[in-house]
């Protein structure tokens, strides 16, 4: 099979899952059908249908067939937050309280947001675990893209699966640059806690179905009884 | 298709590679003679093949076929080291000293490692950068399940390399914890580091294609113009 022919079954699919003619949740048509539908063989359909899944574009499901992703708040905590306790089971925070402002983006976010915006939206979320501080988190998108961000009233705890329902962007990568570093002092002030103890930095760039950077996020952790935990 | 069904294919490979009648870097059959030889239909293998590239074991390369997974020192590097500078490059650390004595187990690392081994390897492992020190290591192996693993003179900077060459031990996946602590002292002292600052420190376990926890390991990385690369 050619490696080129599958790409145009592959672009036809992501190009109607961003025009919304296939929304999240839809079942796909199957191998054989894509395969008649772009006059190719159906294991050229069946590899485009694999390549869709190894992006996470479209989920496979056993005997059932292939679904376009959406993105739930179960899922987007599950695969997007990383913190988890001592046995093993996901940190799910509480939000203390969130501040979000529309400023004009930096040098460095006009160049690594998608379409260069003059303007982005600024996000500080405070979270607790447990009643204690857990983390100080920052998220900088485009105020082009997301339009009225600002007037929403107060975010959801997730805010991939909001970018989803009400902007239809849909997050399905995400890149963390992780360091150890000395907690700073806005974010120790907000946290109550020594400024300079160690802290895991994660930077994030997230990327939406066409490979686009939506979010810039900063997430400052204090990790006690737990972790970010990876699998390779 | 039936659950099942493929599961048998899945495990017979499996066994194959294990026992070494397919030694890494084979090809396997294509899914039509996999099918014939189990008497599943051509789907059927094919699900296993797809499941055995999900896992690692196998990897298949386009238009060629499918291969048992070869561990070599870049693929391992590249894998399983997530250091990368500042333009997303993976760091290649110098190899400053090493240590390997065998000791009793822990009764912790007796319950976690395969084979609840009374003895292990304890390898402590320096590491530098551009002349920098980077990172100090600890791994615990099986003393059963790596023989003579103390007295082949200076391990290779990769040691799943050695670990499937000199072992046929494969490491296909890993889980690493991480958090931010203070650099203890012992590390502060061979890094020449001060006590206390912020250290990343990520804790291994390390599987085996049998799913078998076949290392233990803490890394601690003084992240200082490089991080901790994630993609999910």
Do not use: W
Request: hydrophobic content about 40%; some cysteine.
């Amino acid at each position: 099979m050619s490696d080129k022919l599958y790409l145009t079954v592959f672009d036809a699919v992501v190009q109607r899952i961003v025009s919304g003619e296939y929304p999240p949740g839809l079942q796909l048509p199957n191998e054989f059908k894509l395969g008649q539908e772009f006059n190719v063989s159906q294991g050229t359909a069946r590899k485009a249908l694999i390549e869709l899944e190894k992006k996470n574009i479209v989920q496979r499901r056993q005997g059932r067939g292939s679904f376009v992703t959406l993105q739930t708040p179960e899922n987007s905590l599950f695969k997007f937050f990383r913190l988890r306790d001592e046995n093993g089971n996901p940190v799910t925070p509480n939000l203390v309280n969130q501040t979000v402002l529309k400023r004009r983006a930096t040098d460095k976010e006009q160049n690594t947001l998608y379409g260069k915006p003059k303007y982005v939206f600024d996000i500080n979320r405070f979270r607790s675990f447990k009643n204690q501080p857990l983390s100080f988190e920052n998220c900088v998108v485009s105020a082009d893209l997301f339009p009225g961000l600002d007037s929403r009233g107060p975010l959801p705890n997730t805010l991939y699966v909001l970018f989803q329902q009400a902007y239809s962007i849909v997050v399905i990568s995400a890149k963390d640059d992780i360091t150890a570093e000395p907690l700073a002092k806005k974010p120790a002030e907000i946290m109550e806690m020594a400024t300079g103890i160690p802290a895991l930095v994660c930077r994030r760039k997230a990327f939406d179905i066409l490979e686009r950077v939506v979010e810039l996020r900063t997430s400052i952790f204090v990790t006690k009884d737990m972790h970010y935990s990876v699998e390779m």
